[in-house]
């Protein structure tokens, strides 16, 4: 007996979402290239320290900024070097190879145009391409996709687009149609969402919060339930732990690349990934931000080997609604800030580059002096991305797919 | 509204009702106590039902298909055995040549094992026969706990439903012995009385084919009955005593041994038409006189000298008048929706009422309602799971279930639907349920995935508390990573779990 066991299976799926008409084609002018493009977006939901993630070894206010939290070249773990100024997380050493290969390239100290700190609104700024929150009900990749077939000519039955996971993410939803998949395995609740969980209980109810702090003692036991524990014959009760986490990333990811590969799939993609939001105990030389970006790297590679052949027409872009402070907080984490990275992985990339208008980490080129400040608009990067890739016209992009981006100049030369 | 209003109108939603729905808490008005006394006066028949089949004819349905499978399954295996006697010289011959090797080596297995595939054959063609006629046990469960929660679902507040829930736990039966009843059973029972007169409840359950199967009567018979002696069987006392148990009087009450012997002889004969021999009435109650232990009995120091049927009605009129059974069910509803420790002067409230009414089942829900002592403690009933998933559902306004995905959900957190693991139904208290929470982060988890793009966090926690809700509560929503965290922490938060 599994809850699990009771999700409908993805033909059921398919079916329920219209999946099973045929596809529209794609790109109409990039095939007249002779080229079939393909892009994934993935959303890391929860806001990605993206000092943590790359970082610049090379500012001389590194070392003061973070202290012993700093990835340094030298460290325990030592961060892989990118070029003389930049280092990536050690955690990944896919997209490493790949960017030493020209297969990705990263962009550092972007942000959207949202300068607020919500999560939710921050999401809805980067997923609907929109200048403000909450305006609109359609994301900008729908809205490119929309826009290749000018004059709406978008056949209404093909599916264009796929959405990964139970909701689709906003980015992708629209007038284009959708088809969506999920994931047979669910990300239970994440050590994050029981920690806030079990302060929320230890604020106002003892009782559950000793109850649900057993459980989570019974769960970091390696993922091994105590002998005898009536619960250990359910599969769904194992902990979080980041073996899951890994899995699910790499089965939502690899999945989504072995729909975009298909001759007659989809060619544009999206989904998110949930647990960025790192206010305690960061861990971003080992712990909490080391295990996520371990598991996007291994999404990476599943990505990679199930394109196969169509990898050198892939883009798969990795963004996040906004960064995180660049100084520590009082819980070795931090807090929710401004500037921060994007990754950008694939065989049809010119990479093999950090894309970076470097503000400094002194305090008084912080933005707000606490947050990385952002130098690249994000939709100078993905406007690019469309426009090179999917060959989405220029003022589409700046007209409906990025509304009130006209002076945000698409940044070129990303793919090749 | 003011605020105590406001307060109570919440209180009222969660604590006897199925929780808020959008635009509850504003439409209970100034007066939730008049709301929740008013929905009881609204009938409880379900249109959605209309489509669905009694139990005696669910019963049938599946007696049939049984029936059907054991026939296909025989004629598969004829048919195999058959082919087999037909290929018979050739294996023979096989056979003889293989014995005459295995002599040489001395071994006889082969043969063996021959013959053994060859049964393994036909068995497997019985099996795949049987198999080709699917159970409708199943489906008709499933299309039942699709009405029923729907309905919760539905209701305005929904406190009727939750007593429909509380009478079918009270009086509950097993879909694991009888899944093509279950929800039948709790429409003509339950759902017909839940707020009528007691005794009239007990009588529909206590005749009701899906418990007399359920508390083993259908068999039971009197030691000195005609069917008794000419099959030397005799009495089953599980029905009579969980009916003077659980169902009425309630545990050390002063009922004895022999009153429980006694009401099980009073009970011989109560049992079901055989779905096989009537194709009309199979499944349906009836009295079978040569079950019946002739004479008259003594139940509770009065004697019962009725011949018939009649016997056991006027049992069941006396326990259901019993001051003991007007205590048992004060303090049974008191505890569910009150408190774990409900307040002795409210139960005797409503234990009184219950005998001044003659066991009127609506005054007694309208007794507790209207008494302060129901509204003054803190919220410290933790809600059932099936309360708790209604809950969730009902905040986001969504109306529809998938009944595969709902009675899976009520399986994994522990209280699977009309399935509880003894005749006494799901426990009621805390320590009983609080060990799921676990269970519960999953589940809230998965549901908050799924609704997170048609859910604001912000909206529905307007929903279900206006502002009544811990400032820690708005927070860890406001500073949730995502939708789906927001909805997830709302939901396990201990101002949702808790009434």
Same mark, same amino acid.
């Given at each position: 007996?599994?809850?699990?066991?009771?999700?409908?299976?993805?033909?059921? #799926?398919?079916?329920?979402?219209?999946?099973?008409?045929?596809?529209?084609?794609?790109?109409?002018?990039?095939?007249?290239?002779?080229?079939?493009?393909?892009?994934?977006?993935?959303?890391?939901?929860?806001?990605?320290?993206?000092?943590?993630?790359?970082?610049?070894?090379?500012?001389?206010?590194?070392?003061?900024?973070?202290?012993?939290?700093?990835?340094?070249?030298?460290?325990?773990?030592?961060?892989?070097?990118?070029?003389?100024?930049?280092?990536?997380?050690?955690?990944?050493?896919?997209?490493?190879?790949?960017?030493?290969?020209?297969?990705?390239?990263?962009?550092?100290?972007?942000?959207?145009?949202?300068?607020?700190?919500?999560?939710?609104?921050?999401?809805?700024?980067?997923?609907?391409?929109?200048?403000?929150?909450?305006?609109?009900?359609?994301?900008?990749?729908?809205?490119? #996709?929309?826009?290749?077939?000018?004059?709406?000519?978008?056949?209404?039955?093909?599916?264009?687009?796929?959405?990964?996971?139970?909701?689709?993410?906003?980015?992708?939803?629209?007038?284009?149609?959708?088809?969506?998949?999920?994931?047979?395995?669910?990300?239970?609740?994440?050590?994050?969402t029981q920690n806030r969980l079990l302060d929320l209980y230890q604020h106002?109810?003892?009782?559950?919060?000793?109850? #649900?702090?057993?459980?989570?003692?019974?769960?970091?036991?390696?993922?091994?339930?105590?002998?005898? +524990?009536?619960?250990?014959?359910?599969?769904?009760?194992?902990?979080?732990?980041?073996?899951?986490?890994?899995?699910?990333?790499?089965?939502?990811?690899?999945?989504?690349?072995?729909?975009?590969?298909?001759? +007659?799939?989809?060619?544009?993609?999206?989904?998110?990934?949930?647990?960025?939001?790192?206010?305690?105990?960061?861990?971003?030389?080992?712990?909490?931000?080391?295990?996520?970006?371990?598991?996007?790297?291994?999404?990476?590679?599943?990505?990679?080997?199930?394109?196969?052949?169509?990898?050198?027409?892939?883009?798969?872009?990795?963004?996040?609604?906004?960064?995180?402070?660049?100084?520590?907080?009082?819980?070795?984490?931090?807090?929710?800030?401004?500037?921060?990275?994007?990754?950008?992985?694939?065989?049809?990339?010119?990479?093999?580059?950090?894309?970076?208008?470097?503000?400094?980490?002194?305090?008084?080129?912080?933005?707000?002096?606490?947050?990385?400040?952002?130098?690249?608009?994000?939709?100078?990067?993905?406007?690019?991305?469309?426009? +090179?890739?999917?060959?989405?016209?220029?003022?589409?992009?700046?007209?409906?797919?990025?509304?009130?981006?006209? +002076?945000?100049?698409?940044?070129?030369?990303?793919?090749? | 509204?003011?605020?105590?209003?406001?307060?109570?109108?919440?209180?009222?939603?969660?604590?006897f009702g199925m929780g808020p729905r959008p635009g509850s808490i504003a439409?209970?008005?100034?007066?939730?106590?008049?709301?929740?006394?008013?929905?009881?006066?609204?009938?409880?028949?379900?249109?959605?039902?209309?489509?669905?089949?009694?139990?005696?004819?669910?019963?049938?349905?599946?007696?049939?298909?049984?029936?059907?499978?054991?026939?296909?399954?025989?004629?598969?295996?004829?048919?195999?055995?058959?082919?087999?006697?037909?290929?018979?010289?050739?294996?023979?011959?096989?056979?003889?040549?293989?014995?005459?090797?295995?002599?040489?080596?001395?071994q006889t297995q082969g043969q063996a094992q021959g013959q053994s595939e060859?049964?393994?054959?036909?068995?497997?063609?019985?099996?795949?026969?049987?198999?080709?006629?699917?159970?409708?046990?199943?489906?008709?469960?499933?299309?039942?706990?699709?009405?029923?929660?729907?309905?919760?679902?539905?209701?305005?507040?929904?406190?009727?439903?939750?007593?429909?829930?509380?009478?079918?736990?009270?009086?509950?039966?097993?879909?694991?012995?009888?899944?093509?009843?279950?929800?039948?059973?709790?429409?003509?029972?339950?759902?017909?009385?839940?707020?009528?007169?007691?005794?009239?409840?007990?009588?529909?359950?206590?005749?009701?084919?899906?418990?007399?199967?359920? #508390?083993?009567?259908?068999?039971?018979?009197?030691?000195?009955?005609?069917?008794?002696?000419?099959?030397?069987?005799?009495?089953?006392?599980?029905?009579?005593?969980?009916?003077?148990?659980?169902?009425?009087?309630?545990?050390?009450?002063?009922?004895?041994?022999?009153?429980?012997?006694?009401?099980?002889?009073?009970?011989?004969?109560?049992?079901?038409?055989?779905?096989?021999?009537?194709?009309?009435?199979?499944?349906?109650?009836?009295?079978?006189?040569?079950?019946?232990?002739?004479?008259?009995?003594?139940?509770?120091?009065?004697?019962?000298?009725?011949?018939?049927?009649?016997?056991?009605?006027?049992?069941?009129?006396?326990?259901?008048?019993?001051?003991?059974?007007?205590?048992?069910?004060?303090?049974?509803?008191?505890?569910?929706?009150?408190?774990?420790?409900?307040?002795?002067?409210?139960?005797?409230?409503?234990?009184?009422?219950?005998?001044?009414?003659?066991?009127?089942?609506?005054?007694?829900?309208?007794?507790?309602?209207?008494?302060?002592?129901?509204?003054?403690?803190?919220?410290?009933?933790?809600?059932?799971?099936?309360?708790?998933?209604?809950?969730?559902?009902?905040?986001?306004?969504?109306?529809?279930?998938?009944?595969?995905?709902?009675?899976?959900?009520?399986?994994?957190?522990?209280?699977?639907?009309?399935?509880?693991?003894?005749?006494?139904?799901?426990?009621?208290?805390?320590?009983?349920?609080?060990?799921?929470?676990?269970?519960?982060?999953?589940?809230?988890?998965?549901?908050?995935?799924?609704?997170?793009?048609?859910?604001?966090?912000?909206?529905?926690?307007?929903?279900?508390?206006?502002?009544?809700?811990?400032?820690?509560?708005?927070?860890?929503?406001?500073?949730?990573?995502?939708?789906?965290?927001?909805?997830?922490?709302?939901?396990?938060?201990?101002?949702?779990?808790?009434?």
């Amino acid at each position: 007996m599994s809850f699990v066991h009771h999700l409908p299976t993805r033909r059921e #799926l398919l079916v329920g979402s219209g999946a099973l008409f045929a596809w529209g084609q794609m790109p109409r002018l990039a095939r007249a290239e002779g080229r079939d493009p393909r892009l994934l977006v993935i959303i890391l939901r929860g806001a990605l320290d993206g000092l943590g993630a790359v970082a610049p070894v090379g500012d001389p206010d590194w070392i003061s900024l973070r202290g012993d939290r700093a990835l340094v070249l030298d460290g325990k773990m030592p961060a892989l070097p990118l070029d003389s100024f930049f280092a990536l997380n050690p955690a990944m050493p896919n997209l490493h190879r790949l960017y030493r290969s020209k297969q990705a390239s990263i962009v550092h100290a972007t942000a959207t145009p949202y300068r607020e700190r919500s999560h939710f609104d921050g999401q809805d700024v980067l997923e609907s391409g929109l200048v403000r929150p909450g305006a609109t009900g359609s994301g900008w990749l729908n809205r490119a #996709l929309f826009a290749l077939e000018s004059g709406g000519r978008v056949d209404p039955r093909g599916s264009r687009a796929l959405g990964i996971g139970s909701v689709t993410p906003l980015v992708v939803r629209g007038s284009a149609p959708v088809m969506t998949w999920v994931p047979q395995k669910l990300l239970p609740a994440s050590v994050d969402t029981q920690n806030r969980l079990l302060d929320l209980y230890q604020h106002t109810d003892p009782k559950l919060a000793s109850v #649900l702090q057993a459980r989570m003692k019974l769960a970091s036991l390696d993922g091994t339930p105590a002998m005898g +524990d009536p619960m250990s014959d359910d599969p769904t009760l194992a902990p979080p732990g980041i073996a899951r986490v890994r899995a699910y990333f790499a089965d939502a990811a690899g999945t989504a690349a072995r729909y975009l590969a298909k001759p +007659d799939g989809p060619r544009v993609g999206a989904m998110g990934f949930v647990g960025w939001d790192t206010h305690i105990a960061e861990g971003a030389a080992a712990g909490q931000l080391y295990n996520l970006l371990g598991a996007l790297d291994g999404a990476f590679a599943a990505i990679e080997s199930n394109m196969g052949e169509v990898w050198h027409e892939t883009v798969v872009a990795v963004v996040t609604e906004f960064g995180r402070t660049a100084r520590i907080n009082g819980t070795q984490g931090t807090d929710h800030g401004t500037g921060t990275v994007a990754f950008l992985v694939g065989g049809a990339l010119a990479g093999g580059r950090v894309i970076a208008d470097w503000p400094g980490l002194k305090p008084a080129q912080l933005f707000e002096d606490r947050d990385l400040k952002p130098t690249t608009d994000l939709r100078a990067v993905l406007k690019g991305l469309l426009g +090179d890739h999917l060959r989405v016209e220029e003022n589409l992009l700046a007209g409906t797919v990025f509304p009130e981006s006209a +002076d945000v100049r698409p940044i070129g030369g990303l793919v090749g | 509204m003011s605020n105590s209003a406001k307060a109570e109108a919440v209180l009222a939603l969660h604590r006897f009702g199925m929780g808020p729905r959008p635009g509850s808490i504003a439409a209970l008005g100034t007066d939730p106590r008049g709301a929740l006394i008013a929905e009881l006066n609204r009938p409880l028949a379900l249109a959605a039902a209309a489509g669905l089949p009694s139990s005696a004819k669910a019963f049938r349905t599946v007696a049939d298909a049984n029936a059907r499978r054991t026939a296909r399954a025989k004629q598969a295996q004829q048919q195999a055995k058959k082919q087999q006697m037909a290929a018979a010289p050739a294996m023979s011959e096989h056979q003889n040549q293989g014995q005459a090797q295995a002599q040489i080596q001395g071994q006889t297995q082969g043969q063996a094992q021959g013959q053994s595939e060859e049964k393994d054959a036909a068995e497997m063609a019985a099996k795949k026969a049987a198999e080709a006629i699917p159970d409708p046990g199943r489906p008709i469960y499933l299309q039942e706990a699709k009405v029923r929660t729907e309905a919760a679902l539905a209701a305005d507040i929904g406190f009727a439903e939750r007593l429909v829930w509380f009478w079918s736990n009270h009086f509950c039966v097993s879909a694991n012995k009888i899944q093509s009843m279950s929800g039948a059973y709790e429409r003509e029972t339950v759902r017909a009385n839940a707020l009528g007169r007691f005794v009239d409840l007990l009588m529909a359950v206590e005749s009701h084919p899906a418990m007399l199967f359920y #508390l083993d009567n259908l068999d039971s018979m009197g030691a000195n009955s005609t069917a008794g002696i000419n099959r030397s069987r005799g009495l089953n006392e599980n029905f009579a005593r969980e009916t003077m148990e659980l169902h009425t009087l309630g545990v050390r009450t002063g009922y004895t041994q022999d009153d429980v012997i006694s009401f099980a002889n009073v009970l011989t004969g109560w049992t079901l038409v055989p779905p096989g021999v009537d194709p009309q009435h199979g499944g349906e109650f009836t009295f079978n006189p040569r079950l019946h232990e002739p004479g008259g009995q003594t139940v509770l120091g009065k004697r019962y000298d009725q011949e018939d049927v009649e016997q056991g009605r006027a049992v069941l009129r006396d326990l259901a008048a019993h001051p003991a059974t007007a205590t048992h069910v004060a303090t049974k509803l008191a505890h569910h929706f009150v408190a774990d420790e409900p307040p002795p002067t409210l139960v005797e409230q409503m234990a009184k009422t219950f005998r001044d009414t003659e066991g009127d089942l609506k005054q007694v829900a309208i007794a507790m309602v209207s008494s302060d002592e129901a509204w003054r403690g803190p919220p410290s009933k933790l809600k059932r799971p099936g309360e708790w998933v209604v809950g969730m559902v009902r905040a986001t306004g969504i109306t529809q279930v998938d009944p595969v995905r709902y009675t899976g959900g009520q399986e994994l957190l522990g209280e699977a639907l009309w399935r509880p693991s003894s005749p006494k139904g799901y426990p009621d208290d805390e320590a009983s349920w609080i060990d799921g929470v676990g269970r519960r982060l999953d589940v809230a988890n998965y549901f908050a995935e799924r609704v997170a793009g048609i859910a604001d966090p912000q909206a529905i926690i307007e929903n279900v508390f206006a502002s009544e809700v811990a400032g820690e509560v708005k927070q860890a929503v406001d500073r949730a990573e995502s939708r789906q965290q927001a909805l997830a922490l709302l939901f396990m938060s201990a101002d949702f779990q808790r009434r």
